[in-house]
Each structure stands twice: as structure tokens, then as C-alpha cells.
């Protein structure tokens, strides 16, 4: 994770810990899911990981998978991981009846933008994701209505 960080430039908000970390995924409510990918012949070494979670459309009444990270490491990239993951939580949201399955991607990433319209998705230009964290969502979470 630490490396998709890097990768996005983000090292700067990352917080996630082995703790904190083992509670998201392994506690009595999880909060996300998550895989692991490793090489056959080195199944101690990870190269790749997704982790998604269940949101919720209104318009079609149901729930929705949530792609919120897919990340492999540069020398694993062109091997076909990339396409097994999507593929794996396209097959979890059909059995699990999701209305959708989605994710964003960041837009100087031609390279995942190209491979995911290659795939079928559909990048929705007129969406914009807003976003509290911080001093932000404190701020706001103490303003009198």
C-alpha cells in the first residue's frame, strides 16, 4: 500500500498501519476486503493487491462494489494481473447482485485509463469526487446549522 502511495503521490496522507490495518480487514464488521497477489514460485513475496468495499446506488436499489485500490508493482505490470483482478470483482458483484461495479482513476494515469476503456468501462468525465478529511471534516462536523 505504501507503494501505491508513492505511486500516487500521496505519501503525505498515508496513515495505514499493520494495526490498523488488520482491524479494517479482520474484525468482527470488516470495513473493506482485500487480496493478495504473489508469484507461484515465491508465494511469500506479494506483487499486486485490490481492495474494494459495498456502497449504495438510490436510483437502482442496490448495492454497488467499490474498487478502491488495484495496485501492482511495476515489474508485475503486462502480465495479465490487472485483468484477473477486474475480472474477479466483476464476477463477486454479478453473484452478490450489485447494481454496479466502479472506481476512479487518477487522470494523468493514461496508461490504467487506456487499459480500463479496453475493458469496456466507461470513464465518466462529469463526475467530479468531493472529498472531507482532516481539519476540513472537523471544521465542518462543528459548524452550527
Not at 506483487?47 to 454497488?64: C, E, P, Q, T
Amino acid at each position: 500500500m505504501r507503494e501505491m502511495a508513492e505511486f500516487e503521490k500521496l505519501t503525505d496522507i498515508f496513515k495505514a498501519t499493520e494495526e490498523t490495518l488488520r482491524n479494517s480487514f479482520f474484525s468482527e464488521r470488516p470495513a473493506a476486503h482485500c487480496l493478495i497477489a504473489t508469484l507461484r514460485d515465491k508465494p511469500e513475496l506479494p506483487v499486486a493487491y485490490i481492495m474494494w468495499f459495498h456502497n449504495y446506488s438510490s436510483f437502482l436499489d442496490k448495492r454497488g462494489l467499490y474498487l478502491e485500490d488495484l495496485y501492482i508493482q511495476p515489474a508485475h505490470r503486462g502480465e495479465g494481473l490487472g485483468k484477473m483482478a477486474l475480472q474477479h470483482l466483476a464476477r463477486q458483484a454479478i453473484e452478490q447482485d450489485c447494481g454496479r461495479f466502479e472506481w476512479v482513476v487518477l487522470d494523468w494515469n493514461q496508461n490504467a485509463i487506456d487499459f480500463y476503456k479496453h475493458l469496456g468501462a466507461d470513464i465518466l468525465p462529469e463526475w467530479r469526487i468531493v472529498r472531507l478529511t482532516g481539519n476540513a471534516l472537523q471544521r465542518l462536523a462543528a459548524l452550527e446549522v
